[in-house]
């Protein structure tokens, strides 16, 4: 990708993340990059062809270096672990893929839903952690009646809560999420909660 694309495009995630794609507003995203609106046009066509684009490259972002980077022999049980930390570090890299999606949600997720990448990029990352769930069962260390999609969207919105909810626990506790020592608590509990929730119960 051209240096002038991938530029437009970090400018654009922080545009489209704070207002949506109704609010944001091609000017200010070309006010703050180098280049001009119609270089916008001319790489991407459109401010929905824009919208579009950035939305793919947030999931791409997102993914690097890999929430499913785990170790070839890593245990069922603290794979998991391993993917709701790796989860929960990429969330907090990229703040504003959390508010995107939340944009995005709030409208039925049309751009999502019209989206082969995107859809491709998740249904690869289920694949990957119903492999695990799959070899837990199997080795008798995670519960039999687990779901994989549970436990995805058990830790995808553990993971990305304290950003999207940051302000509200600012205002009504003082409590700032995004503080090092706060997030790195708010981690380990995310791992013990998610690791307890999967394991085989050793006394049925």
């Known amino acids: 990708m051209e240096p002038v694309a991938l530029d437009i495009l970090k400018v654009a995630l922080s545009e489209f993340a704070n207002f949506g794609l109704a ?6 995203i070309v006010a703050r990059t180098q280049t001009s609106k119609r270089m916008v046009y001319y790489h991407f066509g459109s401010k929905e062809g824009l919208y579009k684009a950035v939305l793919e490259y947030a999931y791409r972002a997102v993914r690097e270096p890999g929430p499913f980077a785990i170790p070839h022999g890593t245990a069922p049980l ?10 929960f570090d990429s969330f907090c890299a990229q703040p504003d893929f959390v508010r995107l999606t939340l ?4 409208q039925g997720a049309p751009y999502l839903r019209a989206s082969p990448e995107i859809v491709q990029l998740n249904h690869a990352g289920l694949a990957g952690l119903e492999h695990i769930v799959h070899a837990g069962q199997a080795d008798g260390t995670l519960r039999p009646e687990l779901r994989a999609i549970d436990v995805y969207i058990n830790f995808v919105g553990l993971c990305s809560y304290h950003i999207s909810a940051r302000n509200s626990y600012q205002a009504v506790f003082g409590v700032d999420l995004a503080e090092p020592a706060q997030a790195q608590a708010r981690r380990a509990a995310i791992v013990d909660t998610l690791i307890r929730y999967v394991r085989a119960d050793p006394h049925p």
Do not use: F
């Open 23 to 28: 609010g944001a507003r091609v000017d200010a």
């Open 78 to 87: 603290q794979a998991i672990g391993l993917l709701a930390a790796q989860a």
């Open 103 to 106: 944009q995005e949600n709030l």
